[in-house]
């Protein structure tokens, strides 16, 4: 769901009240705070649709209950061995965004592999970009894909995805091999 | 990509969860004959969790951004003496009113914030592991704090199970869902034999009610709790005279 700026600004407003509970609960740093906060923005997003959007009545609390789940999950993560997907996460934040909340250094990563997947990610067309980030980030279901990127039937979009998938993993295999992705 | 394009298919069928039972047999044994097969579901498994990752991190320096802007946006706005003037004195007034307004209604009782104050996760005892297998994927997420994986892997699993229907409607709780968590509560309550557990649910339950501002509903839950001595017995009864005292 795309967020409009009245929406954003809404959530913006509760964002002093929320770093500060937290900063108090956690004596964590202030950008660390702050970046939480948006980690509980985009899960707002991810849970609710547009409609539910105006509705919900606890934002405030869901924010601040998942910035602290966030900062739970970070303090932990630091405390024992991370798993795979938090691997591919944090070492993304550190490449990409370089803004991350979560220390990276002490983990051994498959650097060169997730490095060339999230380059060749960066360069992949709109189209694909759209239905890879729908289906497997937004986790919408392909007859809703089909709707939202004008597809005739949900089996066209499912063979389109198909096909972003294999360009996307024959890109991978020709950057490993020296081939620019972008060509 | 040297595998061939059938066995692509299966494993993009694989993360799809859409494997039919004859290629869910194909999957598993090229999985545990082919070393060639077994790296390529490991490529395709970083390049979907990647995908994830990256749009999470786009969404990410999105907002960051925005965030920015507004922060710039506050500090620029130009404000005349006599307009600051004007609004601090509009300021002034809308407050007092609100306040002896909310006051009048409500006073000295603020239920979201006294839901902040008083919600704890409901652990994960180290035992669950071995009784409820069936569930271990749910737990685990729940552990990592992971809860929009957690309540589907719950959900299917919670019909009968009194100690589940606690995780799952914590999950409902992190996540915002206070009414599903009072309407699986409420469904479970009745059939907990086991007093302490019991204790538990009603506790979340008032939780729940609070979270949505039901303060009679949320009311009647601390009063069970805060009659009989045990867990929450304590947190009800202070709750119970705060709520009386509004």
Redesign the interface.
């Known amino acids: 769901m795309e967020l409009s700026?009245e929406h954003?600004?809404e959530l913006?407003s509760y964002?002093p009240s929320c770093v500060s509970?937290l900063r108090n609960k956690t004596n964590c740093e202030q950008d660390v705070a702050?970046?939480l906060f948006?980690?509980a923005?985009?899960?707002?997003?991810?849970?609710?649709n547009k409609e539910e959007f105006s509705q919900?009545?606890?934002?405030?609390?869901?924010l601040?209950?998942?910035c602290y789940?966030?900062w739970?999950?970070m303090y932990?993560a630091k405390k024992r061995d991370l798993?795979?997907?938090d691997n591919?996460?944090m070492?993304?934040?550190d490449y990409?965004?370089n803004?991350s909340p979560y220390d990276v250094d002490e983990y051994t990563i498959?650097e060169e592999?997730?490095s060339t997947?999230?380059n060749v990610?960066?360069h992949l067309g709109d189209k694909c970009k759209k239905i890879?980030?729908f289906?497997?980030?937004e986790k919408k279901s392909m007859p809703e894909i089909a709707e939202i990127m004008g597809f005739k039937t949900p089996v066209v979009a499912t063979s389109a995805k198909?096909r972003c998938?294999?360009q996307?993993?024959?890109k991978?295999?020709s950057y490993q091999q020296g081939i620019s992705p972008i060509n | 990509?040297s595998i061939i394009e059938k066995q692509?298919?299966l494993i993009?069928k694989h993360f799809?969860q859409s494997l039919s039972e004859p290629e869910l047999k194909e999957f598993d044994s090229l999985i545990e004959n082919s070393g060639e097969f077994r790296n390529e579901v490991k490529?395709?498994?970083?390049?979907?969790?990647?995908?994830?990752?990256?749009?999470?991190?786009e969404?990410?320096?999105y907002?960051?951004e925005?965030?920015t802007e507004?922060d710039l946006e506050s500090k620029r706005k130009p404000k005349s003496r006599i307009l600051r003037r004007y609004f601090a004195m509009a300021a002034s007034v809308t407050i007092i009113l609100v306040v002896s307004i909310f006051y009048f209604q409500n006073p000295g009782f603020d239920a979201?914030k006294a839901?902040?104050e008083n919600?704890e996760l409901f652990p994960v005892k180290s035992s669950v592991r071995n009784t409820q297998k069936k569930l271990f994927p749910g737990i685990e997420y729940y552990k990592?704090?992971?809860?929009?994986e957690a309540i589907p892997l719950l959900e299917q699993y919670s019909k009968d199970d009194i100690v589940n229907c606690l995780y799952l409607s914590n999950a409902y709780?992190?996540?915002?869902n206070?009414q599903k968590a009072e309407s699986t509560l409420n469904k479970f309550i009745p059939k907990i034999d086991d007093r302490i557990i019991k204790r538990y649910g009603i506790w979340y339950l008032g939780l729940s009610l609070l979270?949505?501002?039901k303060i009679e509903d949320a009311e009647g839950q601390f009063l069970l709790l805060a009659e009989e001595k045990g867990p929450f017995h304590k947190q009800s009864k202070v709750l119970v005279e705060a709520l009386k005292s509004r």
Do not use: C, P, W
């Open positions: 700026d954003l600004r913006y964002r509970y702050e970046n948006i980690e923005v985009i899960d707002l997003v991810k849970t609710k919900i009545r606890e934002k405030k609390t869901f601040i209950r998942t789940n966030h739970k999950r932990y798993k795979q997907e591919i996460a070492y993304f934040y990409k965004v803004r498959e592999r997730l997947i999230l990610l960066s890879i980030r289906f497997y980030y198909y998938l294999k996307l993993r024959e991978v295999g | 990509m692509f298919q993009i799809d490529i395709m498994e970083d390049i979907i969790d990647s995908s994830a990752a990256f749009h999470r991190a969404e990410f320096k907002i960051k925005k965030f507004f979201q839901f902040i919600y990592q704090g992971n809860f929009q709780i992190e996540t915002g206070f979270a949505q501002n």
